[in-house]
């Protein structure tokens, strides 16, 4: 009995623009036009300074925990851009890059870690932030399906850590995804941590890329700090989910250059000098570089950006934080389309003892 | 009308409504080719065709984490779980994401589904195949939770539940899925959630339960040859505690009967309202006849676990004599 190969195959790892500024002009022909790259490179760094401001905030004690972006914005911005309106964006809680480049205002978000949950009412095909770790791939891949079912041309697109690779939700999701064939683009944000705990911990394979194919499924590792190469797939991934009905998993290494949360200190448990290497890594610093090699961008340009960044950036705050109170009717009204009785009384007294409700026994 | 098994009624109600929406499809375990274990979805995978009944892969979570994604995206998916005992897999999606989707986005995103789930025990099945969560899914705020007593109730609370905006768990008590049958209307009706039904009109006391226990409930109070009250539930969550508050102030005396455990069971929440809204009425201490708060047992044992007229017999007559 010989033994034969059952099953062969290997990950590609695409990379456009590299860490040293290297862009391979074959890969990148035709991907994005430089008007939209400038465009691109303009929105990373309001968002990067909205999320300097956001953790600002928390630390005035003006907002709540909040998990800082910074370093990982031009995977989900990538995938933004390569998507359309009708597409769903599914994402966890690092992704606001390509929250606001859909369309989802920016002032929600702050408003979400301010403790309102006005700031989860999104009126685009994006879901709220998702909190528990893992749980949002199973609704991408069901409203990839309902797009699927009525026909509407749409996809779905999920991101998630390489620590929700670990959890039983990921693999159902995308067991599902395959076999029904349903248009989902599954992105796993591998930034190397999960909150203290290192990827080598979720995933021992060479790849967490590789955990797409055991669902029979395209799979492919990206740098994830290079928004040409993002584009790229999140397109390819894209066209697939809309034309064939498969999905792709996408494993973008990327790296989150600040702590898990305000709450967190990464210094507990992180070796600087990694920091230091990623820190070089720096998808932004990286784009400007490229922009600044064609003449599509100068310091003066700079400049004024971040001049531009900050306003946008405190009326941001100011609509956020200007927001009327919300009211105690809220904790009730929309548990239900229609309250149940029970809770229309709770609202009204304000009270569940029940003498304090006016039931007195008789 | 036809005479019809609780299991047909509710092939009756889901065939009507995905005749009528075709938003509604059913998704889960072996409902296609085989109509599920229990048959109730026979016939449809024929009827609608694959793209609406979907065997989908063995995974719980997987099954309502779609089905919130369909939901989501403007469908009424009705997904089946088996058994309730492999509900469990899917409590995170039910509750962390389907029961608070409506409120956390204000009313942005909605969850409109109906998650079939057959329940409780008497019929002689394995291991995990007879127990009763009904308070679990009661007690986490914005899931509705459904049972019906009857063929009857089946069909119309199952129609309420496919076109209700919210996530609703319809628990189908599999002892009484073919232990009789009742007319059924061919035309379409629905019966509203959250509204009890006086099964049975009484003075003496008032006994109160819901699914296969109702049942048992009636053949004890025939047996006792006295004058009681049965409220039927239909539903657990909301509770319509106008219809048990009414019946409890005119009658005095209220026993409760369930499959579950006592312990912080439904029956506990009943109690502590009927002492809140009946207190100057009541006449003997509310009592519950329960499953006891030990495992289910396998099915050598079932029947001395389950709530039966001896006991409900018992608890009849020590009611009555306080």
Redesign the interface.
């Known amino acids: 009995m010989p033994v034969d190969c059952a099953f062969q195959t290997t990950i590609e790892r695409i990379s456009i623009l590299d860490e040293h500024g290297v862009y391979d002009e074959q890969l990148g022909e035709g991907l994005i036009p430089d008007s939209d790259v400038v465009a691109l490179y303009r929105h990373m760094t309001m968002c990067r300074h909205f999320d300097e401001i956001a953790f600002k905030l928390q630390r005035s004690g003006r907002m709540g925990t909040y998990p800082q972006n910074k370093g990982q914005e031009a995977a989900s911005l990538g995938a933004a851009y390569a998507l359309e309106d009708k597409d769903?964006l599914v994402t966890c809680y690092r992704e606001n890059a390509g929250l606001f480049w859909r369309g989802v205002d920016p002032e929600k978000i702050l408003l979400h870690w301010m403790g309102d949950?006005?700031g989860?009412?999104?009126?685009v095909r994006a879901?709220?932030l998702a909190i528990?770790i893992g749980?949002q791939?199973?609704?991408?891949?069901?409203?990839?399906?309902?797009?699927k079912?009525?026909g509407d041309g749409g996809i779905?697109c999920t991101f998630f850590g390489d620590g929700a690779t670990s959890e039983?939700?990921f693999h159902?999701?995308m067991?599902?995804a395959a076999?029904?064939d349903l248009p989902v683009v599954f992105v796993c944000q591998n930034n190397s941590w999960a909150i203290s705990v290192p990827t080598r911990i979720q995933c021992s394979a060479p790849t967490i890329a590789q955990r797409g194919l055991a669902y029979g499924m395209h799979s492919v590792q990206v740098d994830g700090n290079d928004i040409f190469a993002m584009v790229k797939v999140v397109r390819e991934a894209a066209e697939r989910a809309r034309c064939d009905n498969r999905p792709t998993f996408i494993e973008a290494v990327t790296y989150r250059l600040g702590d898990h949360t305000t709450a967190d200190d990464a210094s507990r448990y992180r070796d600087p000098e990694e920091l230091k290497l990623w820190e070089a890594r720096d998808p932004m610093i990286r784009l400007r570089n490229w922009l600044e090699q064609r003449d599509l961008w100068d310091e003066n340009q700079e400049q004024a950006q971040r001049i531009e960044n900050e306003a946008i950036v405190s009326g941001i705050v100011k609509r956020a934080e200007e927001i009327e109170p919300p009211t105690t009717n809220?904790i009730f009204n929309?548990?239900?389309?229609e309250t149940?009785?029970?809770?229309e009384t709770q609202r009204k007294t304000m009270r569940t003892s029940?003498l304090g409700q006016g039931?007195?026994?008789? | 009308m036809a005479n019809l098994t609780l299991v047909q009624a509710i092939n009756l109600a889901l065939t009507q409504e995905m005749e009528k929406d075709d938003r509604v499809?059913l998704l889960g375990e072996d409902i296609g080719a085989n109509g599920g274990v229990f048959r109730v979805t026979e016939g449809l995978h024929d009827r609608f065709g694959g793209?609406r009944v979907?065997d989908?892969?063995l995974?719980e979570?997987?099954i309502?984490?779609?089905?919130?994604?369909?939901?989501?995206?403007?469908?009424r998916?009705v997904p089946e779980i088996q058994f309730e005992g492999f509900l469990g897999?899917a409590y995170?999606?039910l509750c962390?994401?389907a029961g608070r989707m409506?409120?956390?986005?204000?009313?942005?995103?909605?969850v409109p589904m109906t998650v079939r789930v057959p329940v409780g025990g008497g019929i002689h099945a394995p291991e995990l195949h007879s127990d009763s969560p009904e308070a679990i899914y009661s007690h986490n705020?914005?899931i509705?939770v459904v049972m019906p007593a009857s063929p009857y109730d089946a069909k119309g609370l199952l129609i309420s539940a496919i076109r209700?905006?919210?996530p609703v768990i319809f628990f189908e008590p599999k002892r009484i899925y073919r232990a009789f049958r009742e007319e059924v209307p061919e035309e379409e009706y629905t019966i509203p959630i959250?509204k009890a039904r006086v099964a049975r009109e009484g003075t003496e006391m008032t006994m109160v339960s819901w699914g296969a226990s109702v049942v048992q409930c009636m053949n004890a109070i025939e047996e006792s040859g006295r004058d009681i009250e049965l409220v039927d539930l239909r539903t657990i969550n909301?509770?319509d505690?106008?219809t048990v508050a009414t019946s409890v102030r005119k009658t005095g005396r209220a026993i409760i009967v369930h499959e579950a455990p006592s312990n912080c069971g439904v029956g506990a929440e009943l109690s502590a309202r009927i002492?809140?809204?009946?207190?100057?009425?009541l006449e003997a201490p509310v009592q519950r006849v329960t499953g006891f708060d030990t495992l289910m047992p396998y099915y050598k044992l079932e029947l001395e676990y389950l709530p039966n007229a001896e006991r409900i017999g018992k608890a009849i007559v020590e009611t009555a004599a306080y």
């Open positions: 769903w949950e006005r989860n009412h999104i009126p879901t709220p528990p749980t791939m199973l609704h991408a891949t069901g409203l990839a399906w309902a797009s079912y009525r779905g039983g939700d159902e999701a067991n599902f076999n029904l809220d929309w548990m239900y389309a149940p009785k029970v809770l029940s039931f007195d026994g008789v | 499809l793209d979907v989908t892969p995974a979570s997987g309502i984490g779609t089905s919130i994604g369909l939901a989501m995206g403007g469908l998916p897999p995170d999606q962390t994401h409506r409120s956390r986005t204000r009313g942005g995103l909605t705020p914005g509705k209700d905006p919210d959250g909301p509770l505690m106008d002492m809140e809204q009946c207190f100057l009425h």
